[in-house]
């Protein structure tokens, strides 16, 4: 047994160096982005060696515990990002906050409309947090993990190309709030593109990452359990 998870752990470390090589190569382009390709090849592992996905993903517990400890650190990042935005505090929380509650209840309407099962509905609800935030939320609900996985990179991709022509029909000029919105809207997936774009202010994108992840994780306690 414990081969068998130091086996998983190496596999899980390797398929991250590999995807870190693959995201320089591309010239760090988002859809090379490590969270992305990295489980891409941990799944192609799974298929070549003929192991079950959820078999792999118990195996490798201890990097979720690890995941949930960097999700408790992101209230840093958070905190010292609240010192810069000064007068735009208070704005910019509320954009937050409003955005965090549309991203969930949205889904949640929309899955009690179209009668979706729960545990797609469930999956699909915390897809705007960052990765290891929405695979906690879906595997304490028991839903599907590799949907949800799946709804939270098609949240980065979309919300990382559509964000800032949006923004900019809007006639959003700070690049601050900017930089802030990228993190909300498309979590680490945004942050590529944020430090393309706004380099000085990456730890606002940031920020607005971990700023959703913790307002997810608070609605998704409520309303999924």
């Known amino acids: 047994m414990m081969l068998e998870q130091t086996a998983a752990l190496l596999l899980a470390c390797l398929c991250y160096v590999v995807s870190r090589g693959v995201f320089r190569l591309s010239q760090r382009h988002v859809l090379a982005l490590p969270v992305f390709v990295s489980v891409l090849l941990v799944l192609i592992a799974c298929a070549v060696f003929g192991l079950e996905p959820?078999?792999?993903?118990?195996?490798?517990?201890?990097?979720?515990?690890?995941?949930?400890v960097a999700v408790v650190a992101m209230a840093v990042?958070?905190?010292?990002?609240?010192?810069?935005l000064g007068p735009l505090l208070?704005?910019?929380?509320l954009g937050l906050l409003l955005a965090s509650v549309v991203s969930v209840l949205g889904v949640l309407a929309a899955g009690w409309m179209l009668?979706?099962?729960w545990h797609i509905t469930s999956a699909v609800a915390?897809?705007?947090?960052?990765m290891p935030v929405a695979l906690s939320l879906t595997q304490s609900v028991g839903a599907d993990q590799t949907l949800g996985v799946t709804a939270v990179l098609l949240t980065g991709v979309f919300g990382t190309l559509l964000t800032p022509p949006l923004l900019?029909?809007?006639?959003?000029?700070d690049e601050r709030v900017q930089a802030f919105v990228l993190g909300?809207?498309?979590h680490a997936i945004g942050l590529v593109r944020a430090q393309a774009e706004y380099p000085d202010h990456l730890d606002l994108?940031?920020?607005g990452m971990c700023g959703n992840a913790l307002v997810t994780t608070v609605l998704c306690s409520f309303l999924l359990s």
Do not use: E, I, N, Y
């Not at 915390?126 to 960052?130: F, N, R, V, Y």
């Open 54 to 68: 959820s078999d792999f993903s118990v195996r490798t517990q201890t990097l979720r515990t690890a995941m949930d």
């Open 77 to 84: 990042p958070l905190h010292q990002a609240c010192k810069r």
């Open 90 to 93: 208070p704005s910019m929380f």
């Open 115 to 117: 009668k979706v099962p």
């Open 126 to 130: 915390p897809k705007a947090a960052t």
């Open 168 to 173: 900019r029909r809007l006639g959003v000029q």
């Open 184 to 186: 909300v809207s498309a």
């Open 205 to 207: 994108a940031v920020a």
